[in-house]
C-alpha cells in the first residue's frame, strides 16, 4: 500500500511530462506564434499606412499675406506690422536697485544672499506700492498710482516670513518669479535715478 501512494504522488508529480500536457504544451505555443505573427503583420501595415500620411504644418512665416492696392491707404494702416517696444524702465534709488539686483540676479554670489522683509518692502514702495497687512502673514502690495496696460495687476501678495522676517534666496526667486509674471519685471527694467546737483 505504500508502495501504491508513492506511485500515485509520483504520478501526480510527473504530470507535467506525461505526452496529453506536452501536446497541450505545445499546441498553446503555436497558437501564441501565430498570433504573434499576425499582430507583427498588421503592426507593420499600420507603420506603413502611418509613413504615407504626411501633415503639411503651417508656420507664422508661411501665411501669405493679404495682397493690397497701391491705391487704398485704409487697408495699409490695417496690415501694418506692430511696432516693437522696448522694456519699460522704473527710475529707482540706489538701495531699491541693490534690492532689486538681489531678486533679480545674474550671478550666483547675488542669488545667495539674503534679504530684510523691511528692504523688500521700502523698495516696493519706491517702485510705486503701497504695502498693508491682510490676514496673517499676508502682505499685499498695492499700486499707488493708475494701473498701467503694462502692468497686468496692479497688486500682488507676499507672505512675511517669521519668526524671522529675512528672505532666503528660494523666496527671493518666487518673489522674482512672479514680479516677472504680474509685472513684466527683469533687472534691467530698474535704473538709478540720477541726482541733480543744485546751485548753493
Request: aromatic share 6%; proline share 4%.
Amino acid at each position: 500500500m505504500l508502495n501504491e501512494d508513492i506511485q500515485s504522488d509520483l504520478h501526480a508529480f510527473s504530470a507535467d511530462l506525461s505526452l496529453e500536457h506536452l501536446d497541450s504544451i505545445k499546441a498553446e505555443r503555436e497558437e501564441i506564434l501565430s498570433e504573434t505573427a499576425n499582430d507583427q503583420n498588421a503592426s507593420e501595415q499600420l507603420a506603413s499606412k502611418s509613413k504615407t500620411k504626411t501633415k503639411t504644418k503651417t508656420h507664422p512665416d508661411q501665411l501669405k499675406q493679404p495682397e493690397v492696392e497701391e491705391g487704398n491707404e485704409a487697408q495699409k494702416l490695417s496690415i501694418r506690422q506692430p511696432e516693437k517696444t522696448s522694456p519699460r524702465t522704473i527710475s529707482v534709488t540706489q538701495r531699491t536697485f541693490d534690492i532689486m539686483s538681489r531678486l533679480f540676479p545674474v550671478n550666483i554670489g547675488d542669488s545667495m544672499k539674503t534679504v530684510d522683509w523691511d528692504a523688500i518692502v521700502h523698495a516696493m514702495g519706491d517702485v510705486g506700492f503701497l504695502a498693508r497687512h491682510s490676514s496673517g502673514s499676508a502682505v499685499v502690495f498695492e499700486k499707488e498710482t493708475p494701473i498701467t496696460a503694462e502692468d497686468k495687476n496692479g497688486r500682488i501678495v507676499f507672505h512675511k516670513p517669521h519668526p524671522v522676517a529675512k528672505l532666503n534666496p528660494l523666496m527671493l526667486h518666487w518673489m522674482e518669479k512672479w514680479m516677472g509674471k504680474w509685472f513684466g519685471w527683469l533687472r534691467d527694467s530698474f535704473i538709478v535715478e540720477s541726482k541733480s546737483v543744485s546751485a548753493t
